[in-house]
């Protein structure tokens, strides 16, 4: 089953423009949530989390926006560049656990 | 200082083969793991030591054997692999697995083919 559910599965954007993914989960213990950037042949990297008792947070071009009564969160990347082109995974993590459950993965794809 | 850092990058090994994977990071993270992850999925869970004892066995099959030397290392010994194992194996690391998460650093990789 899966644990977080990832929408869409790639994306393709100019540059300049503004990808979304959005992510839900079930699970009430989950309580954070992170982002990880990961481009090909390579580890993934974190970019951005967020915990439940916040709604928005903002780091550089990469905003997470929560909703916690709908059990969804989503990243917004602002002004994206062709260096953004990379796969984005979603995860959720419950206090005192220690597996991160992925979202399965959207690939950005910012064209010149 | 906020890497993991993983040996071999690449590895080819036959079926009968035993080789190792070797994990190697120095934030003082007490929370290390080893995921695996297949072409154009997310990464999947294997193995969790806490504390430098394994914590989490995600019935991964005995052909993966893990070990954690110390707080700083993590292995993991491979035997008599299947073809379907090949992938990137990942290690991650995590400050302290007693509290609140934080967040987890993951190494590059090693991207593993059974022959």
């Known amino acids: 089953q899966q644990q977080v559910k990832q929408s869409p599965q790639s994306l393709i954007v100019q540059k300049g423009g503004i990808p979304i993914i959005n992510c839900a989960y079930e699970n009430t213990a989950f309580d954070y949530f992170p982002w990880y950037q990961q481009f090909p042949g390579k580890g993934p990297a974190l970019l951005i989390a967020i915990r439940p008792d916040v709604s928005e947070k903002k780091e550089g071009r990469f905003t997470i926006s929560f909703n916690k009564s709908a059990k969804q969160f989503s990243l917004h990347i602002m002004d994206s560049q062709p260096g953004d082109s990379a796969t984005y995974f979603c995860a959720a993590v419950g206090t005192g656990a220690n597996n991160l459950f992925f979202g399965t993965g959207t690939r950005l794809t910012v064209i010149p | 200082d906020t890497e993991v850092t993983q040996t071999p990058k690449h590895l080819v090994m036959g079926m009968t083969n035993k080789k190792s994977l070797k994990c190697e990071q120095h934030?003082?993270?007490?929370?290390m793991y080893w995921y695996k992850q297949k072409a154009k999925k997310p990464p999947e869970l294997m193995f969790v030591y806490s504390y430098e004892k394994l914590s989490i066995n995600e019935s991964v099959p005995s052909r993966f054997s893990p070990e954690c030397p110390n707080s700083s290392l993590l292995n993991l010994h491979l035997h008599a692999l299947q073809p379907e194992d090949s992938a990137l194996y990942l290690c991650a690391s995590s400050q302290n697995p007693a509290k609140v998460n934080t967040e987890a650093f993951f190494g590059q990789g090693t991207r593993l083919t059974v022959v």
């Open positions: 934030m003082g993270h007490r929370a």
